[in-house]
């Protein structure tokens, strides 16, 4: 292993102990519970099981009141407006049929919401898209919940949906869970032309029609979106993780050999049953090392920014404390190897031709950058990972990748890397702390002192941009109460277009905020998830127009040019909407959550860390 690897490893190793050491008992005595008792419906009441079965056809009813055959829970986020959740339609039937084949019974145990940061883009309902992960973490253990099940397929893709199942998941943790992806749509309008038509647009050159038109023709079909942004960099940490199957990442829609990876994930949840030789709780998957070979398969693609929230919100369900400082560690060492958009032109089409996961898997494994020595869904081993699913005469195999990048334009090994470090810089200052994706800046741009212009909304940015007030000047934009505590943390994605043409024009132009900025986030430098956030009292809120601030990408710092006895003399300026003004699109329904929701650097989640109450309890340091 690579000693920084390992380092970090043994740091959230002895740092999580109280925490872990408290879930990991919880769960064992649940597994074990599960191996004495057989089918977990097996403890349920006559009552209860029969509204459990009331409602199955007649062999599935007679296979689930007779109380030998593992149950398997069916968790989806289908819905048909959402391209990347479409194919998930016909995957219940698919699924219920390859489970009843592998010696089980599945039940669509419920489904979970599944939001598009893409349609509610700078609009109010954006203001609920992180909520959602919580949403769907808890919708997931409402469908868990009937103690019916042995364990879990869970479908879903794009951003806050596969973090949310994952922590549902995790909270029933002696039970396996199955990822089963539904791949990418193929690759359309090239993701240059379709940047350069949105910066057309925001400088008035082109019209709607122009520019719906090339929308269109880059997302148009059922998948995900090919960029890689939010929902491909989950697919991609979830297979290195190891709750994927091999190789069924960016494998695309309807085709024969997603349907067969499906068929395959859903005989796989059964063997991996408290009832089988290969047990597999997903408590136990997700460990520590899991989690840090999630955090450098982020960092050597140059993933979604979104991800230093969600993986330290994924890690505390499983009762480990990841910090923001075990990702700078670990940024510093991991190399750039891939060049996808908004990092490069190519999409996840082109990195699957060009060897893809098993490629890169392979390339970080050798480097001592992953640790090889994990528990997955495929079996023991990150080694399984290598491997590429193919049809072979109908028949599903797994043959293991021995050539390397077929297109070093877009993934490239360790020893010829695209940078030596990662493409996610973490930032600290006077103003807090941040993050910043360099993988899609140009070195030139990667540090900036210029005056701040401040805005407590981004319309109000886009108000500037549209009545030509931002022209011919440098500037840092500071746009504050955008955090989790004051609306939500909305991606504001809506703002790189604009500054773009600002950027192209010879300005020096920044973001800093206390918002997102996406993973589809470009060439625009940026210092995002600023914490504390401006609503939590941070020092955000005390900018004014024309103070001095230094953005330093490359040095990881992030400075307010102010001397601190005049700050300290300030009183904060602005404020967050209140309760009575944040309203309208169902916002008001969420105000509970606004109250209770972490920093961003602690995941700006409202879930504590799991197995502290334990911990404390027992006396454990937490």
């Not at 379709?194 to 038109?213: C, I, N, P, Y």
């Not at 940024?331 to 996808?340: A, E």
């Not at 809506?494 to 470009?522: E, F, H, N, Y």
Request: net charge negative; with cysteine.
């Amino acid at each position: 292993m690579h000693p920084v690897i390992q380092e970090v490893t043994d740091r959230l190793v002895e740092r999580s102990r109280p925490s872990r050491t408290a879930y990991l008992t919880r769960l064992r005595s649940e597994a074990e519970a599960a191996r004495r008792r057989g089918p977990a419906r097996a403890s349920l009441g006559c009552a209860n099981l029969a509204h459990g079965f009331a409602g199955v056809g007649e062999n599935d009813k007679r296979d689930l009141r007779a109380g030998v055959k593992p149950g398997v829970a069916i968790v989806s986020s289908y819905n048909d407006m959402l391209s990347a959740h479409q194919p998930y339609e016909t995957y219940p039937a698919i699924l219920k049929a390859a489970v009843r084949k592998a010696g089980g019974v599945a039940q669509f145990a419920g489904g979970v919401p599944a939001m598009c940061d893409g349609v509610t883009q700078g609009r109010a309902g954006m203001e609920l898209s992180l909520y959602s992960r919580e949403v769907i973490a808890m919708a997931t253990a409402i469908a868990l919940s009937h103690d019916m099940f042995d364990a879990s397929l869970m479908l879903g893709v794009c951003d806050k949906i596969v973090p949310g199942l994952l922590i549902g998941a995790l909270h029933f943790g002696h039970l396996p869970a199955v990822f089963v992806p539904a791949g990418p749509m193929t690759s359309g309008l090239p993701n240059k032309v379709k940047a350069r038509t949105r910066q057309l647009f925001a400088e008035g050159k082109v019209g709607r029609d122009e520019l719906l038109d090339a929308e269109a023709k880059s997302y148009h079909s059922p998948g995900t979106c090919t960029f890689y942004g939010t929902a491909n960099s989950n697919q991609v940490m979830i297979e290195v993780m190891g709750l994927h199957l091999p190789g069924s990442t960016f494998v695309n829609p309807r085709t024969e050999l997603r349907e067969a990876l499906t068929k395959a994930a859903g005989r796989r949840a059964v063997e991996l049953t408290a009832h089988g030789d290969e047990y597999t709780p997903v408590g136990e998957v997700v460990d520590e090392k899991a989690i840090v070979n999630a955090c450098v398969a982020l960092l050597a693609t140059g993933g979604s920014t979104n991800h230093t929230m969600h993986i330290v919100a994924i890690a505390a369900a499983a009762g480990i404390e990841l910090l923001w400082d075990d990702l700078a560690a670990l940024s510093k060492v991991v190399p750039l190897l891939t060049r996808m958009y908004p990092n490069g032109q190519a999409d996840v089409n082109h990195f699957q031709a060009a060897g893809g996961m098993q490629v890169l898997i392979g390339d970080l494994l050798d480097a001592g950058l992953l640790h090889g020595d994990v528990l997955t869904v495929a079996g023991r081993g990150l080694d399984h990972y290598r491997s590429a699913a193919e049809l072979k005469d109908g028949e599903l195999l797994w043959t293991e990748r021995t050539e390397g990048s077929t297109d070093t334009d877009v993934l490239r090994p360790v020893s010829d890397a695209f940078s030596a470090d990662g493409g996610i810089h973490m930032l600290n200052g006077n103003l807090g702390r941040a993050v910043s994706k360099v993988s899609a800046v140009k070195d030139e741009h990667l540090v900036i002192e210029a005056p701040a212009k401040v805005f407590d909304d981004q319309l109000e940015l886009l108000r500037a941009f549209d009545a030509g007030e931002l022209d011919g000047q440098d500037f840092v934009a500071v746009i504050r109460y955008q955090g989790p505590s004051a609306n939500g943390m909305p991606e504001l994605h809506k703002l790189t277009p604009p500054m773009a043409v600002l950027l192209d024009r010879g300005q020096r132009v920044a973001i800093v905020t206390d918002g997102r900025m996406s993973g589809a986030s470009g060439k625009v430098p940026a210092a995002i998830h600023l914490s504390p956030e401006a609503a939590d009292g941070g020092p955000i809120a005390l900018v004014l127009d024309g103070d001095p601030i230094r953005l330093d990408a490359a040095a990881g710092t992030l400075e307010l040019l102010v001397p601190a006895d005049e700050l300290a003399a300030r009183s904060p300026h602005g404020a967050p909407l209140t309760d009575a003004q944040w309203v309208g699109t169902g916002r008001e329904l969420f105000g509970s959550f606004r109250r209770a929701a972490g920093p961003a650097e602690r995941g700006a989640g409202i879930f504590a860390l799991n197995g502290h109450a334990e911990a404390v309890a027992n006396g454990g340091r937490v």
